[in-house]
C-alpha cells in the first residue's frame, strides 16, 4: 500500500528498516543510544513510578512479544517515558497483595528502602530507570513505535532520524489493514517490543477517547499472543507542552504508572474458538484494553494527587 505522499514519499521506510544494512544499524545504535541518553539527563525531576515490572519484561520474557500500551498527552512521552531516572528515592507504599512499590523521588532526599531486606534487593534491580543504560545503548533491544506520518515523516531529514530511532510511519485514517500495523505483527512474530500509543493521536485536552483497533489486530494475529504493559503517566506535557513554544522545562511532577503484564492467551483462544469475526476480535481485545487503562487512569491521579498534594 502506498501512502499518502503529504509532499513527501516515505515508501522507502518500511523495505529499508525490514532489511537493514550494516551501516544503518550502526546508526540506529548511535540514534537510539543518543536520544536515551540526553533524555536520561533531561528528566531528573520528582515523580512516581507505580511498579517497576517493565524492565523485568523486558530482560527476562524470552521470545515472547511485548506490547506496552500508554495514553498519549505530550509529543516527549517516547522517549521520555522509557528513560526516567531516580536521583533519590524513598519507598512510600508497598503493597504485598499487588505486587505494587510506589517510590516518591526528591532531589534532597537520602533516604532508603525501608521495605523487607529481600524485596528491597530485588527493587532495587530496577531502580535505575524504566529501562537500562544496556537497553538505550541496544537497539535490538528497544521498542518499535508507530508515530504519525503527517508530524514526523514530513521531511528527508526527519524521516531518517525517526526511522534510525526504531519509529514506523502510521496513516491516520488508513485502517488496521496498513503497512504499519503489518509491519508491527512482523515484529511481534520475532518476539519483539512495539509500543503503541492507541488514543492515536496526542491528546491535548485529555478527554475521554475511543481506543484506535489496530492494537487489537496485533494482539489478535500474532502467531503468540503478546504480553501486554499498560501504562499511565501524569505531567508530561509539563516537561514538553503542547503549545508554542515548545520549550522542554524542568522539575517538574511526573507519575508513571506501569500495570501488572496482561496475557491475553485464554481471550485470543476464545475468540478464535467461538469462530469470532476478525472485527468482533478486534473490538473485544480493544475494549478490554480501553477498561484496563481507564482504571489505571483513576489509580494513577489518585497517587498523583497523594503524593504531590496536587488541588483536584
Given amino acids: 500500500?502506498?501512502?499518502?505522499?503529504?509532499?513527501?514519499?516515505?515508501?522507502?521506510?518500511?523495505?529499508?528498516?525490514?532489511?537493514?544494512?550494516?551501516?544503518?544499524?550502526?546508526a540506529s545504535s548511535i540514534t537510539v543510544a543518543a536520544v536515551g541518553l540526553f533524555s536520561k539527563i533531561l528528566i531528573r525531576q520528582r515523580y512516581i513510578i507505580g511498579t517497576s515490572s517493565l524492565g523485568r519484561w523486558i530482560r527476562g520474557r524470552?521470545?515472547?512479544?511485548?506490547i506496552t500500551v500508554s495514553n498519549h498527552?505530550?509529543?516527549?512521552?517516547?522517549?521520555?517515558?522509557?528513560?526516567?531516572?531516580l536521583n533519590a528515592l524513598k519507598v512510600v507504599e508497598f503493597?504485598?497483595?499487588?505486587?505494587?512499590?510506589?517510590?516518591?523521588?526528591s532531589k534532597l532526599s537520602n533516604e532508603t528502602c525501608d521495605v523487607a531486606p529481600d524485596l528491597a534487593t530485588l527493587r532495587r534491580r530496577d531502580l535505575g530507570g524504566t529501562l537500562k543504560?544496556?537497553?538505550l545503548l541496544n537497539p535490538f533491544v528497544m521498542r518499535w513505535?508507530?508515530?504519525?506520518?503527517?508530524?514526523?515523516?514530513?521531511?528527508?531529514?526527519?524521516?531518517?532520524?525517526?526511522?534510525?530511532g526504531k519509529c514506523i510511519p502510521?496513516?491516520?485514517?488508513?485502517?488496521?489493514?496498513?503497512?504499519?500495523?503489518?509491519?508491527?505483527?512482523?515484529?511481534?512474530?520475532?518476539?519483539?517490543?512495539?509500543?503503541v500509543f492507541p488514543e492515536g493521536k496526542v491528546n491535548m485536552t485529555k478527554e475521554h477517547m475511543r481506543l484506535k483497533w489496530g492494537v487489537g489486530r496485533m494482539i489478535f494475529e500474532s502467531p503468540v499472543t503478546p504480553v501486554i504493559i499498560p501504562i499511565w503517566h501524569i505531567g508530561m506535557d509539563d516537561v514538553l507542552p503542547n503549545e508554542p513554544p515548545y520549550v522542554l522545562k524542568f522539575r517538574k511532577n511526573l507519575t508513571f504508572n506501569y500495570g501488572d503484564p496482561i496475557d491475553l492467551t485464554e481471550m485470543v483462544r476464545t475468540l478464535r474458538e467461538r469462530k469470532a469475526t476478525d472485527v468482533e476480535a478486534r473490538k473485544e481485545i480493544t475494549d478490554f484494553?480501553?477498561?484496563?487503562?481507564?482504571?489505571?487512569?483513576?489509580?494513577t491521579e489518585e497517587l498523583h494527587v497523594r503524593h504531590f498534594k496536587v488541588k483536584s
Wanted: hydrophobic share 45%.
Fill in 1 to 26: 500500500m502506498s501512502y499518502e505522499k503529504m509532499g513527501y514519499d516515505i515508501d522507502w521506510i518500511l523495505p529499508r528498516v525490514r532489511s537493514p544494512t550494516r551501516l544503518w544499524r550502526i
Fill in 62 to 66: 524470552g521470545n515472547v512479544p511485548l
Fill in 145 to 164: 513505535s508507530l508515530a504519525a506520518h503527517d508530524i514526523c515523516f514530513t521531511c528527508s531529514q526527519h524521516s531518517i532520524f525517526f526511522s534510525l
Fill in 95 to 105: 503493597s504485598n497483595s499487588h505486587d505494587k512499590v510506589v517510590y516518591e523521588v
Fill in 170 to 195: 502510521v496513516v491516520r485514517g488508513a485502517g488496521v489493514y496498513q503497512a504499519a500495523v503489518d509491519f508491527c505483527i512482523e515484529q511481534l512474530a520475532k518476539g519483539g517490543w512495539v509500543h
Fill in 133 to 135: 543504560l544496556r537497553h
Fill in 289 to 299: 484494553l480501553q477498561d484496563t487503562l481507564l482504571k489505571l487512569k483513576v489509580e
Fill in 73 to 85: 498527552h505530550s509529543c516527549f512521552d517516547d522517549p521520555g517515558i522509557w528513560v526516567v531516572i
